[in-house]
C-alpha cells in the first residue's frame, strides 16, 4: 500500500475536521515540515519526527484560523515561536497578514528566517530577542493577535494584550488544562479590560484547548 504523503494526511485530518485548507497549502505544510526535519539534526526544533505524528502540528494552527479575518491586513505576533507553530504555519495560511515571530534562540531564528523565505512568506518578520516585558516590544507592534504555546509566559501575554493591544485585539493561548487555569487567575487583575471570550479544546491534542482572551478596553494607568 502506497504511503500517505505528509500533505495528504493534512488534508485528510483538515476534512475530518471539517476545516477549509486547500492543497496548495498542505503541500506548503510539507515542504515546511520538510525543513523542520533538515534543520533539526542540528537544533533542538521538535521532537516530533514521524510524519503521521506531525499532523496535529499543522490542524492545531487551522483549528484558531476563523479568529483571522481572510480578508484585511490584520497584524499578529506570536511569543516563542520555535518551529513555526503556530506563528508561521498562521501567515502561511494568511498571506495577507504581516506576522512578527519573536523567538530567543539565534539558531531557532535562522531556521524561522530560512523557513519564511523558502515558502516565500513575504510578510513575515523574525526578531531574535528574550521578551521579558511589555517594554521590549518594539512600539510600532501594536498588533491584533498574539498567539503563544509556552505555560510560563502566559503573565507576559496578558500584560502585552493590556498594553500593547487595541480594543478588540486577541491573545489566543494554546495551553493544557493547568494553563487554562493559570491565565483564569490572572484575569480578574484585568478586570473590565481584558476578557476570557472562548475556551475551545483542540482536536487531536488531547487535554489542550485554545484560551482566547479579548482587550475591551484602554488600560487608563498604564504608561505606554
Known amino acids: 500500500m502506497k ?35 533538515h534543520w533539526n539534526r542540528a537544533v533542538s526544533l ?10 496535529t502540528l499543522y490542524t492545531e494552527p487551522l483549528q484558531i484560523l476563523d479568529l483571522m479575518p481572510e480578508r484585511g491586513r490584520g497584524k499578529l505576533v506570536d511569543l516563542g515561536s520555535g518551529g513555526g507553530f503556530p506563528g508561521l504555519i498562521l501567515a502561511l ?13 539565534a539558531r531557532k531564528v535562522a531556521f524561522l528566517a530560512e523557513a519564511a523565505r523558502k515558502l516565500g512568506l513575504r510578510g513575515v518578520q523574525v526578531l531574535e530577542r528574550d521578551l521579558q516585558s511589555y517594554s521590549d516590544l518594539p512600539d510600532a507592534w501594536s498588533f491584533d493577535i498574539l498567539t503563544l504555546k509556552a505555560v510560563g509566559a502566559f503573565d507576559l501575554a ?32 484585568y478586570a473590565g479590560r481584558l476578557e476570557q471570550a472562548e475556551i475551545r479544546p483542540i482536536v487531536g491534542r488531547e487535554r489542550s484547548f485554545a484560551s482566547v482572551i479579548r482587550k475591551v478596553s484602554a488600560c487608563q494607568d498604564c504608561s505606554t
Open 158 to 189: 496578558l500584560t502585552l494584550l493590556d498594553q500593547k493591544g487595541t480594543a478588540g485585539s486577541l491573545a489566543i493561548l494554546l495551553a493544557g488544562q493547568d494553563g487554562v487555569s493559570t491565565v483564569e487567575q490572572r484575569l480578574p487583575q
Open 46 to 55: 521538535t521532537s516530533v519526527r514521524n510524519p503521521k505524528a506531525a499532523v
Open 3 to 37: 504511503e500517505v504523503s505528509v500533505s495528504g494526511a493534512i488534508m485528510e485530518a483538515a476534512r475530518t475536521m471539517k476545516l477549509q485548507l486547500e492543497q496548495e497549502q498542505a503541500a506548503a505544510m510539507e515542504e515546511h515540515f520538510r525543513l523542520l526535519q
Open 93 to 105: 495560511l494568511r498571506p495577507s497578514w504581516t506576522v512578527l515571530l519573536v523567538e530567543r534562540a
